[in-house]
């Protein structure tokens, strides 16, 4: 019974493989092994499931699988040219020529064999060139950039090449066998900026995929002197280091999703206590005064990349849990920083926001309330632990740290406002003489002032607090702080014109204010952003923003500022430009619950006459000619973990607004607009990479793709394109989707090779039964472009499926259409008959014609029988 079963879960297997649903013919083929002891059955077996393998690219288990069945038959040719297929997937090139020289002894007459036999021969002959040309490559390098005499030029240009055989897998691994890491070393004990960068980056090189190479250099060059190059003030160097860390990092980690196998593998038995070590000193930095501003930046970079988990559906944040226990009280201190104290740590414009990016991240990976109770007491225990009444100073930190939790997980901001003596020291220090107490007091107001519901003491009093510092102060930048604080709480009405908390024409003299500051260059940066930050709440009135875009000078001035090194401006920039194109959610209107509302004296939104769809277009229009383009591509480029997921979406959006008119995109193309938005298509939100990939298919829909796109970036923007093709998007983003596509896909064959590596074929086949009379005629213009492709095989597997199909109506037209493909051209029969479609003719045709099947039947002879026209089959008597 058992070996029964094996063989009809075999057959199975086999139907699911025609289906190319490959794990389930995997797991068919897995249970008959289970089965059966029949040697031939087997071998058969593992020699299937190894073709599952294949094109699954699991290419260990298909070369596992091929060779269990040569194990049972060492003439198995399928099993045999299998494994060669999975050997030279995994780079392991001489035993795959071992393999199909195997074939080709056996089948000397096969093309496929001798063709693969030349290739494999070809790409082992240019590995072994570049092998030995590596080896003098490197020994050379070394000699000239050890030897003090070497002029400069040749130094440089040395140090360069260094660098690029550090990033190739043959020369990085000469470098390290042939006592290479330590005269990295030697490099690096120069004390010679241009000679440390460049050992800096060809470790960086050398660690990356690879985890036994990542460890030996960790422990060589030790992370006590990779965090003190990292540490010193030199922007360049501080990024290298940043970026061999993070080489490391990923390779212990398996983030640089590298298969590690045999002899590799076995090298690193554990990296926890290594990574473990790298969180540690990370933390440790983040305290030093002998820390750099720029290195504390990359530090926390580092942290808010590698720390919490990537996917919440992964159950181990452990890693969250050690730098909460280990690290948590270090990362407050620094979001408790008050710059123009003497004992402040050395920090840039961004330090104190990476932080509180981090402090977010860490809250949102806890996974249960006793770990965020756990989080919450560590901070109330730091900022009580600050209260002083004879020491100022301390109090200062302690609600500069409040203000720093409250840009970053704001219900535990919210909590922490509500502690004793918290609020009472905010407006103590509101009417304190000194300038410091006065900005760090109105800006935690600001941040505490975020949602209008948890804001009510701010609502009961702060509008009259903020009022008397704006009045009574001469200081320009207390005023233009105080300013943001009022603008936050006008704006708590968001676009609803019924709802607007000032008196007519208040907001205006707000915005107005605002604008005259951020055009007044004489003012620091740091005072200009918070200009632009009141923006970013004025600009949800309709009024206010007709008058911004209008206002050049004003808007310029805040691209400049959106291109600085201040990359806190970030987020209220992208915000502000939301508001301006009207690229926010809005909620539709539904008449009938309109008139219901109205009825029950409830409150109805209004739209403001200016946010009508013609003054949308105007709005984008001086948008894109006061240059947002530029400003915007120098946005999306910000290597910061400041510029974060929302941020992405808030881009993305105003992207997508900008691109709706096809007469802009022209311009939007010219500025750099489509190479910006592929990053943003590919990482982010879901809602913000849906957006960045509909403005793509908008600019790839009208545009010349090499211009559009150019180099291999073309090739970046087909994935984005294909996602779009799906049925929970809207039918425009569809239609546009398939117009890029069809765009994309008429330029070369390896652009249609690449849509058809990422399966769009299936998708694209169904827009062309779509209801839609446009979207069925995209789809199908597409797929004549698709068709050209002369390396498919996708459409002869189709076409088998059809000829399979259990419906009778379906397998007629699959062998109509098999007839007049055979009758078309000779060369295109040869092919078919090549094919398992004959086999299938040949079942099909020798059934009993009865009513139902009798077309089906005489389609599938008439075509046997042209085949036998062709010479390609004789009959049988």
Not at 53 to 74: F, H, M, P, W
Request: charged share 25%; proline share 2%; with cysteine.
């Amino acid at each position: 019974m058992a070996e029964v079963e094996a063989v009809q879960l075999k057959e199975e297997g086999n139907r699911h493989f025609q289906l190319q649903d490959y794990k389930a013919a995997t797991k068919s083929y897995s249970q008959a092994l289970k089965l059966t002891k029949d040697k031939t059955l087997l071998a058969t077996l593992y020699r299937n499931r190894a073709a599952c393998g294949l094109k699954t690219e699991s290419y260990v288990q298909a070369a596992s699988d091929a060779s269990r069945a040569i194990d049972i038959n060492s003439s198995d040719i399928k099993a045999l040219y299998r494994r060669c297929q999975a050997l030279e997937r995994l780079g392991k090139l001489d035993q795959a020529f071992k393999d199909v020289q195997r074939c080709a002894t056996l089948e000397p007459r096969n093309q496929n064999f001798q063709e693969t036999l030349r290739r494999l021969n070809t790409s082992i002959q240019e590995k072994l060139r570049v092998q030995f040309s590596t080896d003098a490559r490197v020994q050379k390098m070394f000699e000239i950039l050890l030897d003090e005499n070497t002029d400069a030029d040749k130094l440089e240009k040395a140090a360069n090449n260094l660098i690029v055989l550090g990033r190739e897998e043959a020369g990085a691994e000469k470098i390290f066998q042939g006592n290479g890491v330590a005269l990295l070393l030697q490099l690096l004990d120069t004390k010679r900026p241009e000679l440390v960068l460049a050992a800096v980056r060809t470790l960086s090189g050398m660690c990356s995929g690879h985890r036994a190479r990542a460890t030996a250099i960790l422990h060589a060059v030790r992370i006590d002197r990779i965090c003190s190059l990292m540490s010193v003030e030199n922007e360049e160097m501080s990024l290298a280091v940043c970026n061999l860390l993070q080489a490391v990092i990923d390779s212990l980690s398996g983030e640089d999703k590298q298969e590690h196998r045999g002899k590799e593998e076995a090298l690193v038995l554990d990296t926890k206590k290594d990574l473990k070590q790298i969180t540690s000193h990370l933390l440790d930095m983040l305290v030093s005064k002998k820390v750099s501003g720029l290195g504390r930046d990359q530090a926390l970079n580092l942290l808010n990349k590698n720390v919490p988990r990537k996917d919440l559906a992964m159950h181990d944040n452990s890693r969250t849990v050690y730098v909460v226990d280990n690290g948590l009280r270090k990362i407050l201190k620094v979001v408790g920083q008050v710059p123009d104290l003497p004992s402040c740590l050395p920090l840039t414009d961004n330090t104190r926001m990476l932080a509180s990016i981090l402090i977010n991240k860490l809250y949102d990976d806890l996974r249960c309330d006793p770990e965020r109770d756990h989080f919450r007491k560590i901070c109330e225990e730091y900022i009580t632990g600050k209260f002083d009444p004879q020491d100022m100073d301390k109090n200062l930190n302690a609600i500069q740290t409040v203000s720093g939790i409250l840009q970053g997980p704001f219900d535990l901001g919210n909590q922490l406002l509500g502690l004793k003596g918290v609020m009472e020291m905010m407006v103590a220090l509101c009417g304190s003489e000194r300038e410091t107490d006065q900005l760090v007091a109105v800006e935690a107001l600001i941040h505490a002032s975020t949602k209008l519901s948890r804001a009510t003491f701010i609502i009961t009093n702060g509008v009259s607090l903020l009022k008397q510092i704006y009045k009574t102060t001469k200081n320009e930048k207390i005023k233009i702080r105080t300013l943001v604080g009022l603008c936050k709480l006008g704006s708590a009405g968001g676009t609803d014109y019924g709802l607007r908390q000032f008196a007519e024409g208040s907001t205006e003299k707000l915005a107005k204010q605002c604008r005259k500051w951020l055009c007044n260059a004489s003012i620091d940066t740091r005072t200009r952003r918070w200009a632009v930050e009141g923006l970013a709440y004025l600009t949800l009135d309709a009024d206010v923003k007709d008058d911004f875009v209008q206002d050049i000078p004003a808007l310029q001035a805040m691209f400049e500022l959106a291109k600085s090194s201040d990359k806190t401006i970030l987020y209220s920039v992208a915000t502000t430009l939301v508001n301006c194109t009207n690229s926010y959610d809005v909620k539709e209107v539904i008449p009938e619950l309109v008139q219901l509302a109205k009825f029950s004296k409830q409150h109805v939104p209004e739209e403001h006459p200016k946010d009508k769809k013609d003054f949308i277009d105007m709005r984008v229009k001086r948008l894109l000619k006061a240059g947002v383009i530029s400003a915007l591509a120098c946005m999306v480029k910000a290597d910061s973990a400041i510029l974060t997921d929302q941020t992405k979406e808030l881009l993305a959006r105003v992207f997508l607004a900008l691109c709706d008119n096809p007469k802009d995109r022209g311009t939007i193309v010219a500025q750099g607009g489509g190479k910006a938005l592929i990053p943003l298509a590919l990482e982010g939100t879901d809602v913000g990479k849906v957006k960045a990939a509909h403005a793509l298919a908008k600019i790839a829909a009208v545009s010349n793709p090499d211009i559009a796109f150019p180099g291999e970036r073309v090739y970046e923007v087909v994935r984005p394109l294909v996602s779009l093709l799906d049925t929970q998007r809207d039918g425009i983003q569809n239609y546009e989707a398939l117009l890029g596509l069809t765009n994309l896909s008429g330029r070369s064959d390896k652009l249609r090779q690449k849509i058809f590596k990422e399966r769009a074929l299936p998708d694209i086949e169904n827009y062309m039964f779509e209801n839609h009379d446009q979207l069925r005629q995209a789809a199908t213009e597409c797929m004549c472009n698709m068709v050209v492709n002369k390396e498919t095989s996708q459409w002869l597997e189709i076409l088998q499926r059809l000829c399979l199909h259990d419906q009778l109506s379906v397998q007629h037209r699959g062998l109509v259409i098999a007839y007049n493909l055979l009758a078309a051209d000779a060369e295109l029969a040869k092919k078919l008959v090549e094919s398992e479609l004959l086999e299938i003719l040949t079942v099909v045709g020798k059934q009993e014609p009865d009513e139902k099947k009798a077309e089906v039947v005489q389609t599938a002879r008439e075509c046997l029988i042209k085949c036998m026209d062709y010479g390609f089959i004789k009959p049988v008597s």
